[in-house]
């Protein structure tokens, strides 16, 4: 079993800038980890992966603003979101494949204001 902590929502303005954490209890050397999100009345999307390779993918809709990355010393994946806007406002999930299972954190709230 895996746990995913994440960490760093907030509510920021228009045009500001959050970094969130998800911290794993075991390696991620081997796992493809990234960040997905849920809107209000939406469904989960994806936002970005990084494989085990570093090899990212991310959506268009945060090109140029988020970027992932991976620090597999800490177990810790990271998305550095700039240039936020109100439509990015959702609860950002953790997401982990390793260990032949899929694993995800609780989320954490990414409230932007207009």
């Known amino acids: 079993q895996v746990q995913l902590v994440e960490s760093g929502g907030g509510l920021v303005q228009a045009g500001g800038s959050l970094r969130l954490s998800c911290a794993a209890s075991r390696s991620i050397f081997n796992a493809n980890m990234g960040w997905y999100r849920q809107a209000p009345g939406k469904q989960r999307e994806l936002v970005a992966t990084?494989?085990?390779?570093?090899?990212?993918i991310s959506v268009d809709s945060v090109k140029g603003r988020f970027t992932i990355s991976r620090d597999n010393t800490k177990n810790t994946v990271y998305l550095q979101m700039n240039s936020l806007k109100p439509e990015d406002t959702a609860v950002y999930y953790c997401?982990?494949?390793?260990?032949?299972?899929?694993?995800w954190g609780k989320g954490t709230l990414v409230t932007v204001s207009s």
């Open positions: 990084i494989a085990s390779s570093g090899n990212t």
């Open positions: 997401w982990m494949s390793a260990y032949s299972m899929n694993y």
